[in-house]
């Protein structure tokens, strides 16, 4: 079982190392945005599934703190590039 | 090998299978739309079958619960995301694409 | 099979952050960096060093990528941005490397500077040398760290070190982030926050950021309690709080003028304060410097953990609003006073 779970591993690290060409060609900064999204995913997969394989579930809190962080970099850069354009409703 | 870990087996294999998806579908889709339709519908589907394949392997209630929530707290998080990247880029390519079409904020 | 996972991700690791470094724009090396934070927080997971595998999750990639891409804005003004970037998105996919997240970073691939690499490559030899040769397995201080919980007030080798045994140094972590601050708000020309009610109307990010945020105060303080028994603690339960200060301050509420000045202020220092309050106190007692009374040792160090958690996640949420609104275009509004 274990030698299944150290192959998942493998593979999901290899299917990051994919959507790093998508980070490398772009072309837009939302295509990139995209791959973090992807990491942010699929490291929560690697990290639930190792921390299964060590047999950590510490890991488990690391996953879930990984995938906040993820998230709140795509909503940063969201509110960031289009901070000067949306109407600025009640801003006074 | 016990029943359950033939099942946890098959259920991270389908997991797996849809995270394979979501990275060709980043790779190989023409667009950002559809590259973001493909990514973050297989990885969340493929994270929830892993999260239960883990869970049946672990065999431990209180991971098996926390599993769970984050898958979750997964799905919300970056369904949000999703969406906020969609609206970036379509008011980002809205400028000279489609500059005629204001949407309604 | 599992040295396979090991070398690859020693591969990826040392492949990402020399990416990083010579990517020819400034929007791949962001991403990059965060691509090479997942790999770094997987080389600690590895290694079975879940404290610092967090840490690295959550400052290294997480909280560092945040406000590496609040800086990506001001390297390229935003016109260019949306235009080229359009373009980009129109072509589907063909060139466009030129927008705003891909300034150039330099003007052509320079040389490789070939000394400071030589001086690099000296170093890493020297310190293999020694590590491999000097270091004693599973000696050093473990044994002392572990013979010496049961008097240190928490169960978690680390908490202990960090808040018990070393609590000196913690305590300076936390003036650093404090002195980091008030080093931006003197560099910032003592700008102030702009007041501005709820401003942005986002039919989604305004409900979900009600619904993460609660979610996010509650990781936050698990891993905080977490920390007495297992990897956790402060400084993880701080970036926590302070994301969801960020995700807050990002959705449109009023995070930096909703409580008055002086709260704020008081939040700021609480940390630090009494931290250094309470070693001074345990001293006129007769101990040491942050010696704790050893009944109260579990309480005391729960006490400052929340402090300083506070403190570091309001001074990340003070720190990146602060950037946000001394670069945003509507700077100009009227600032409160």
């Known amino acids: 079982m274990l030698w299944f779970l150290h192959l998942v591993v493998l593979f999901l690290l290899l299917t990051v190392c994919a959507g790093l060409v998508r980070v490398w060609r772009g072309p837009t900064l939302a295509d990139r945005l995209l791959t973090t999204q992807l990491f942010g995913t699929t490291g929560m997969a690697i990290l639930i599934v190792l921390s299964g394989a060590l047999g950590e579930p510490t890991l488990l809190n690391v996953a879930i703190t990984f995938n906040v962080l993820a998230v709140l970099l795509v909503v940063c850069l969201v509110r960031v590039w289009t901070a000067g354009k949306a109407p600025k409703g009640g801003a006074s | 090998m016990s029943v359950a870990d033939v099942i946890a087996i098959v259920l991270i294999s389908a997991g797996c299978f849809f995270f394979l998806a979501g990275t060709v579908g980043l790779l190989r889709l023409p667009d950002l739309f559809s590259r973001l339709h493909a990514l973050t519908k297989a990885d969340n589907l493929g994270l929830g079958l892993v999260a239960a394949g883990m869970a049946i392997y672990m065999a431990n209630p209180w991971a098996a619960l926390k599993l769970f929530f984050i898958w979750i707290f997964t799905l919300l998080a970056s369904s949000t995301a999703c969406y906020l990247i969609s609206r970036f880029a379509r008011e980002q390519a809205g400028v000279t694409a489609n500059s005629g079409k204001e949407d309604e904020r | ?337």
């Open chain 3, 1 to 337: 099979m599992s040295v396979w996972i090991d070398i690859l991700l020693a591969t990826l690791s040392v492949a990402l952050a020399v990416r990083c470094l010579t990517a020819p724009t400034l929007a791949q090396c962001v991403f990059l960096f965060f691509a090479f934070g997942l790999t770094l927080a997987l080389a600690w997971a590895r290694l079975g060093a879940v404290d610092v595998a967090i840490a690295e999750a959550a400052i290294g990639a997480g909280f560092l990528g945040v406000l590496l891409i609040d800086a990506l804005r001001d390297f390229a003004p935003a016109k260019e941005a949306t235009v080229e970037d359009a373009e980009g998105y129109a072509a589907g996919g063909s060139a466009a490397e030129g927008s705003a997240a891909g300034v150039p970073l330099r003007a052509g691939r320079a040389a490789l500077p070939l000394l400071p690499l030589a001086i690099a490559a000296v170093v890493f030899v020297l310190l293999t040398a020694e590590a491999v040769l000097n270091v004693r397995d599973g000696g050093g201080l473990t044994e002392l760290a572990q013979e010496n919980l049961a008097r240190s007030g928490v169960d978690h080798p680390v908490t202990a070190v960090l808040l018990n045994y070393r609590s000196y140094d913690t305590w300076l972590e936390v003036g650093v982030v404090l002195i980091a601050l008030l080093a931006i708000f003197a560099v910032g020309n003592g700008g102030t926050f702009a007041r501005r009610d709820h401003v942005t109307h986002d039919p989604v990010l305004e409900p979900v950021s009600r619904i993460l945020a609660p979610v996010l105060f509650l990781i936050g303080g698990f891993l905080l309690f977490l920390g007495k028994y297992e990897p956790g603690g402060a400084f993880q339960a701080a970036v926590l709080w302070g994301a969801m200060g960020i995700l807050l301050y990002l959705a449109g509420w009023p995070v930096m003028t909703c409580l008055p000045r002086v709260w704020w202020q008081v939040l700021l220092t609480a940390g630090f304060g009494v931290f250094m309050l309470l070693g001074l106190a345990f001293m006129s007692g007769g101990g040491a410097w942050f010696e704790y009374p050893l009944a109260h040792a579990g309480n005391l160090i729960l006490l400052i953990e929340t402090l300083a958690a506070l403190s570091i996640a309001a001074a990340l949420t003070a720190i990146f609003a602060f950037f946000h609104e001394m670069h945003a275009p509507d700077a100009t509004e009227t600032p409160e006073k």
